[in-house]
């Protein structure tokens, strides 16, 4: 799933979003993701060394799981919002990024706007000065193929067009390059772009890589011809848009490097790759970069920084299964004139030089993460099928083999059929099952007025079960949401009310399923009989855990009745009874309740893998020690485990020691 790089709330810039719900300065802000038509207001001078004199920002946007077909406009604040875009993302993408440059606005802002819902992230990577020769502008389409804007229609196959840059769209007649945002969309394949002076050969290397029907952009700083012109070259037919973003004269001293490549190799996860440029590195100036990277077996992200400095919490491009991904930026060498990139996956990766720029030009800087929607934890607002989504009733039996003419997507190399937009009620002792080899449930409702064992069961045929922005309501029987003992599973971004037992539980014996659960709001979990067990997610046997961002609220055991005798409820409940567990990861949520929050114990068998637990918000909405004894249960903790970041409130800090002294 998705790569969880989380700074401390603490450190992230002021804010303001406009019709979104953040306040700035507040630590717990009121929305996981910016809302459809906002403008996220994000602080550039006066931090992270930036001077008050700073002209133009760069950045690197990434956009995850947008609610329906998007764009996201870069401008500075105070003007209006131009036509333009700056990234172009899909429904339910797990993640597209591309950088971008801005002049600042008034109050030394820059802003954001979305065309609808989405996780967004902001990573700042310089800036520029006054007569740096570099001039960012308010962003200005030169050229759009579906209106024939700038004279062009849509492309075919390996055709080339030029278009006239300088003296257009607000760039004067002496500019001798620019910054372009380049995008491509209803390709009729997977193909790629490749931009140049026209004046120049044709390099070997493209810039922008793009799939069929999907809108893929990249910034390209790029030379222009002396008479002001670039070429742009298709390999497959598709429609070309290009804004303008920035121009740059003779001062700003950027000497073009035709595409020329530094790295193409395979690196492994978790690794690290230096990138020397030679000379181009000499002078602690700065490169712009293009990453390209192939199809990886699982999502990932790429960190680019200079060699000799900590890896910063920043991102510069997110490599996606099915698809090639490229993504510019303008680096900042280390002392030796290296750059390092960190991949978090393995993939077939290449580095391109584009240019380079001398000292003073641009500044780029150690990359800082500004702004990151995903810190603010879920609600019932945030998590689960989106407001005015329409629904139709589920028409099968309740069975995923009795389906007929659904779409399918790919997950691990299996076909999974798409259930998106149903509702599922269910009474008596029905339940969903799950018994085909893969399934994903998308904008869907389920509930149940009966008493079964689960409303959605995984059989011993599925191996795979994906839930994202879904509902689950257990009714007044308390009914488990979701439950497999086979298949690996994905929760994320949903919503889980009226639940008893758990609202998602995994006991795979056979230890090689994994559970996650992201992004997901659970609560209201009570009315079960006394005897009962009762989590928010809970494990007993399989291949490894990860919780991660989810908001997880259990009210105390005996509620009214005051009944503490015998409190068996947890937060985040695993356990070894039934089968090892492997690696347990519990990571920036907000737990509440029960007897203890988070009961990790080792019973019949082992841990075989890491246990940590990091990062949590331990809320005191229902006891002075959020559950009732403690954070953490305190007999037989795993050895080793990792326990850091926590505390109560977000104010103060647990260690492990206090946590096993209640």
């Known amino acids: 799933m998705r790569a969880h790089l989380r700074p401390l709330i603490a450190a992230a810039l002021t804010t303001g979003l406009i019709a979104g719900g953040l306040v700035a300065n507040s630590p717990a802000p009121a929305a996981a993701s910016v809302s459809s038509g906002s403008v996220t207001e994000l602080q550039i001078t006066g931090q992270n060394g930036v001077p008050s004199n700073a002209t133009a920002a760069m950045v690197n946007l990434t956009a995850l799981r947008g609610v329906s077909r998007g764009w996201l406009t870069l401008y500075p604040c105070g003007e209006a919002i131009p036509l333009a875009s700056n990234l172009n993302f899909e429904p339910d993408e797990p993640a597209r990024t591309n950088a971008a440059i801005s002049r600042i606005g008034s109050g030394g802002k ?37 209106e024939g804007t700038g004279g062009l229609y849509r492309m075919s196959s390996n055709s080339t067009v030029t278009v006239q ?92 490097a035709p595409n020329t490549r530094l790295l193409n190799a395979t690196v492994s996860a978790g690794s690290t790759r230096v990138i020397d440029p030679g000379s181009a590195g000499s002078g602690e100036g700065s490169l712009v970069l293009t990453l390209t990277s192939g199809s990886p077996a699982t999502r990932g992200y790429l960190t680019v920084y200079p060699c000799g400095t900590s890896m910063p919490l920043s991102s510069n491009g997110n490599p996606v299964p099915g698809f090639t991904t490229t993504n510019s930026m303008v680096a900042k060498p280390g002392s030796d004139g290296t750059v390092c990139v960190f991949s978090s ?34 609600t019932a607002q945030t998590a689960g099928v989106p407001s005015g989504t329409s629904l139709r009733s589920w028409p099968w039996a309740l069975r995923t083999s009795a389906a007929s003419g659904v779409p399918t997507e790919y997950r ?42 689960a409303i959605v069961i995984g059989t011993r045929s599925a191996s795979f079960i994906e839930v994202w922005r879904s509902d689950f309501d257990g009714g007044p029987s308390n009914v488990r949401g979701i439950q497999s003992d086979y298949a690996t599973m994905a ?75 015998y409190v068996s409820n947890s937060a985040v409940g695993i356990g070894t009874s039934l089968g090892r567990i492997g690696t347990v990861v519990i990571d920036h949520n907000r737990l509440a309740g029960g007897g203890y929050v988070v009961y990790v114990e080792r019973k019949s068998y082992p841990f075989t893998g890491t246990v940590t637990i990091t990062n949590n918000n331990f809320d005191l909405m229902f006891s002075p020690n959020s559950g009732i004894w403690g954070p953490l249960f305190p007999n037989d903790v795993p050895s080793g485990v990792e326990w850091s970041g926590n505390s109560y409130n977000m104010v103060y800090p647990i260690s492990l020691q206090y946590a096993l002294s209640l």
């Open 110 to 146: 820059v802003c954001i706007y979305s065309s609808t819902r989405v996780e967004l992230v902001v990573d700042l990577t310089g800036y520029t000065q006054p007569n740096s020769g570099v001039n960012a502008i308010t962003p200005s389409r030169l050229v759009d193929t579906r």
């Open 165 to 256: 840059v300088a003296g257009a769209g607000g760039v004067p007649g002496t500019a001798t390059s620019a910054a372009l945002n380049v995008t491509a969309t209803a390709a009729s394949g997977s193909g790629a772009f490749t931009v140049y002076p026209c004046d120049a050969a044709r390099p070997s290397n493209a810039q922008v890589a793009f799939s069929a029907d999907r809108p893929v952009p990249n910034l390209v700083i790029t030379a222009l011809s002396a008479s002001g012109t670039v070429c742009v070259h298709t390999t497959r037919a598709t429609e070309l848009v290009i804004d303008v973003d920035a121009w740059m004269d003779n001062s700003a001293g950027f000497t073009d």
């Open 345 to 378: 996956v393995s993939v077939a990766l290449a580095v391109d030089l584009a240019g380079t720029f001398p000292v003073g030009g641009v500044r780029p800087i150690v990359p800082v993460r500004l702004f990151d929607s995903r810190e603010l934890f879920p």
């Open 412 to 453: 691990n190399g299996m076909a999974c059929q798409v259930f998106d937009g149903y509702l599922v009620s269910l009474s008596g002792s029905q339940t969903l099952a799950v018994d085909t080899t893969c399934a994903i449930f998308r904008n869907s409702r389920f509930r149940t007025t009966g008493d079964t064992q």
């Open 491 to 565: 929760i994320l971004e949903s919503e889980f009310a009226h639940f008893g037992n758990a609202a998602v539980e995994m006991n795979d014996r056979n230890q090689t399923a994994t559970l996650t659960v992201e992004d997901c709001y659970m609560y209201q979990a009570k009315g079960w009989p006394r005897e009962q067990h009762a989590d928010g997610v809970q494990m007993s046997a399989g291949g490894g855990i990860f919780v991660r961002n989810n908001t997880i609220l259990m009210e105390l055991f005996g509620g009214s009745n005051g009944d503490y005798s």
